[in-house]
């Protein structure tokens, strides 16, 4: 979950040339240029969050650049958070120019072009910043909004973007004593206060969008409340908050999935986090699916396999 790069560990005209790849690798692939390339001293923190990528980087200044030939060669579709500790940036995309001061945050798009650009503050030799990388369909806002209010600046130091700033912060300082069942746990409240920062900022503020999306948190909040309910579904869901089914499911066209998908992801999600977590390890594969009200244990062993791309035996004794 938590590995560590630093260039100091390779020969010194070959630093820069592993900063590249390893940038490329656990991002997207960028062109990188600075004019300290010929001893490129950096280091990058690491925390593999399952779906999530936090990476908090320390490195001389340098340019970034995203061309459509290397989206081409390589889209991951996601999102990437910048978050500036103690340097200033620049970032384009969709002609649009953004700049951005410490404790600053910035929402862009991978599957698009741009170009960043790291900047020192006065008197200081490194920069340091904290990039959130997750796929677009980890974000539970509707994807058209989003990239339409691309990029996205969001401000740190007050109100939802504060706190996540500050969750960020913690989690980079304390990672190193999170243990592999924590991993789910602080991908969902990471992802939650990313969602909720977002969604504070979207332009789009008419008082039928703003409807919308409070029918939306509605769902889904009861839909996580009611998660061990084998009788959940999408007419009761849409009973409870007093909407049509019909209705229901044209909230969830925005989420690139339907309704009934979304509660079976969320099901499998909470599955592989008790997996994951010793204190359950009395429990029986079929139990912890029961319990997230999975009842069919063949069904529920097809779909965690389709979606994490092994068994949950296999799973459970890899993190074990």
Do not use: K
């Amino acid at each position: 979950m938590l590995s560590v790069v630093d260039t100091r560990d390779v020969p010194l005209l070959e630093r820069f040339d592993v900063w590249r790849e390893v940038t490329s690798s656990m991002l997207a692939p960028v062109d990188i240029r600075s004019p300290h390339a010929g001893d490129f001293l950096a280091e990058a923190l690491l925390i593999d969050l399952g779906g999530p990528l936090v990476t908090m980087v320390t490195c001389p200044p340098y340019q970034a650049v995203r061309t459509a030939r290397l989206i081409r060669r390589s889209d991951p579709e996601s999102y990437q958070l910048s978050m500036n500790i103690s340097s200033r940036s620049l970032l384009s995309q969709v002609r649009h120019t953004v700049g951005l001061r410490p404790q600053d945050l910035l929402l862009y798009d991978t599957s698009r072009p741009f170009e960043g650009q790291a900047l020192l503050q006065p008197g200081a030799e490194f920069a340091t910043g904290v990039m959130v990388s997750f796929p677009r369909t980890l974000l539970p806002l509707p994807d058209n909004a989003v990239r339409r209010a691309i990029p996205l600046r969001i401000p740190g130091d007050h109100g939802v973007g504060a706190m996540l700033f500050g969750f960020v912060h913690r989690l980079l300082r304390h990672a190193h004593q999170l243990g592999p069942a924590d991993r789910d746990r602080m991908a969902a409240v990471l992802m939650d206060l990313v969602a909720a920062a977002v969604a504070g900022r979207l332009e789009d503020d008419a008082p039928a969008t703003r409807r919308r999306r409070a029918i939306q948190l509605a769902a889904r909040r009861f839909i996580r409340e009611h998660l061990a309910d084998p009788g959940l579904t999408p007419t009761l869901v849409a009973e409870a908050l007093h909407i049509s089914p019909r209705y229901l499911y044209q909230l969830f066209q925005d989420q690139r999935t339907g309704v009934a998908a979304w509660i079976r992801n969320r099901r499998l999600e909470r599955c592989h986090r008790d997996l994951s977590d010793p204190l359950l390890a009395d429990l029986t594969v079929a139990a912890i699916a029961q319990r997230w009200g999975l009842a069919d244990i063949a069904h529920f062993s097809r779909a965690f396999r389709a979606r994490y791309g092994i068994t949950p035996t296999e799973h459970r004794h890899r993190r074990g």
